[in-house]
């Protein structure tokens, strides 16, 4: 197994507004003219990483490597907050830089600094156990400074109200003009805007039921812990149900679920068919049926070796229990073979045949026994 010395740089890129340069507008300008929406300055939410890849001969990596970043909440355990794969370049000296938050849509979430928690970066390689854990220090909190310049991700500018809005005559007030405007979207495919209505229900995920900015509920439940799909009482992170309720991965190539944890384990299909994989070096792939209690019936340990009845199987196939074959009707059916010839098998009424070839597929005779060839 290969092991990581990793040193870390955190450098991160905080860009505030662009300063511009305007001439004084007078009083009366300033009155009546809209305030124009500047476009608010994003904060990138990438976050560079540089470390060093060495073998457990202190040798440089070479790549490509695959390499997986997580944050957590804690220094040990937990399921990570985030977390992201990215295939790694070390140059001759196992030297890298990624950058975190580049594979995915809207990078590493600021969302995640927001309740001032420290937090974890966890680093696993390949297949190896994710090695400890390094706090994050402070200048990764930046990332949330900018929403102290926006409400709802919208410049300041966007909720200022003109003159002719403040004093007009239809009765209006400034407040509820304001919430009208707050509340309109785009319609889709026009320049006009339609007024936000519709009801829905606590928890459940809205959606649009029409093109006119109508709101309603869709089949997403959301508690804040559990996810449903089909369901408003979710038992687990993403529980799905109904009639037809299921998962489909389609498309070309491979398509697999991957279950991280204390070990690690995969299912899905490739090219060679579909596939049960178990990822964590020593441990055992298990099958289990429940009847009455939950019962590990067969077990495939890292060797190699089959267990049917046992959790220790010594051999490729080890069987604790009786092995049952149907009564020999042909050379395909209740018979053992050695090396693709038939070994042992009763063909006929009550006749026994042992060793290579013995006996027929073809005889009428009874009560026979034959061992040898």
């Known amino acids: 197994m290969k092991r990581i010395a990793l040193s870390f740089l955190f450098l991160f890129a905080l860009?505030?507004?662009?300063?511009?340069?305007?001439?004084?507008?007078?009083?009366?300008?300033?009155?009546?003219?809209?305030?124009?929406?500047?476009?608010?300055?994003?904060?990138?939410?990438?976050?560079?990483?540089?470390?060093?890849?060495?073998?457990?001969?202190?040798?440089p990596m070479a790549g490509p490597v695959g390499v997986t970043f997580a944050l957590y909440a804690q220094q040990s355990g937990g399921a990570a907050l985030w977390m992201e794969t990215q295939n790694v370049k070390p140059d001759e000296n196992g030297n890298y830089t990624v950058v975190l938050g580049a594979n995915s849509t809207e990078g590493v979430p600021a969302e995640l600094f927001v309740s001032g928690e420290a937090r974890w970066l966890g680093i696993q390689v390949g297949q190896q156990p994710e090695h400890e854990r390094t706090l994050l220090v402070s200048v990764p909190y930046a990332l949330k400074a900018a929403d102290a310049e926006t409400l709802g991700g919208q410049p300041l500018s966007s909720f200022v109200l003109n003159a002719a809005q403040a004093t007009s005559g239809s009765g209006t007030s400034a407040t509820s003009q304001a919430t009208a405007e707050a509340v309109t979207t785009p319609t889709p495919g026009s320049g006009a805007k339609k007024a936000v209505s519709g009801t829905g229900s606590t928890n459940v995920v809205p959606k649009w039921l029409d093109t006119a900015g109508t709101l309603g509920n869709s089949l997403i439940f959301d508690n804040g812990t559990n996810v449903g799909i089909g369901t408003t009482s979710p038992a687990v992170a993403l529980d799905v149900m109904g009639n037809n309720a299921g998962l489909?991965?389609?498309?070309?190539?491979?398509?697999?679920?991957?279950?991280?944890?204390?070990?690690?384990?995969?299912?899905?299909?490739?090219?060679?068919?579909?596939?049960?994989?178990?990822?964590?070096?020593?441990?055992?792939?298990?099958?289990?049926?429940?009847?009455?209690?939950?019962?590990?019936?067969?077990?495939?340990?890292?060797?190699?070796?089959?267990?049917?009845?046992?959790?220790?199987?010594?051999?490729?196939?080890d069987v604790n229990g009786s092995l049952n074959l149907p009564a020999t009707a042909s050379a395909t059916v209740g018979v053992i073979s050695l090396g693709g010839v038939p070994f042992l098998h009763n063909f006929g009424i009550n006749n026994t045949f042992l060793g290579a070839s013995a006996g027929n597929m073809s005889m009428t005779g009874n009560y026979n026994t034959a061992v040898g060839g």
């Open 248 to 317: 489909r991965l389609s498309g070309t190539g491979t398509h697999e679920v991957v279950v991280t944890g204390v070990t690690n384990g995969r299912l899905g299909q490739d090219g060679n068919g579909f596939f049960f994989a178990n990822d964590t070096p020593g441990s055992n792939g298990r099958f289990f049926t429940n009847n009455g209690t939950l019962n590990e019936w067969m077990r495939i340990t890292s060797s190699g070796n089959v267990g049917i009845g046992t959790t220790t199987p010594a051999a490729k196939l």
């Open 15 to 59: 860009f505030a507004s662009a300063v511009r340069a305007q001439a004084p507008a007078s009083a009366s300008q300033r009155e009546l003219s809209p305030v124009p929406a500047a476009a608010a300055a994003e904060v990138p939410r990438l976050i560079k990483l540089s470390g060093t890849l060495l073998d457990d001969q202190g040798r």
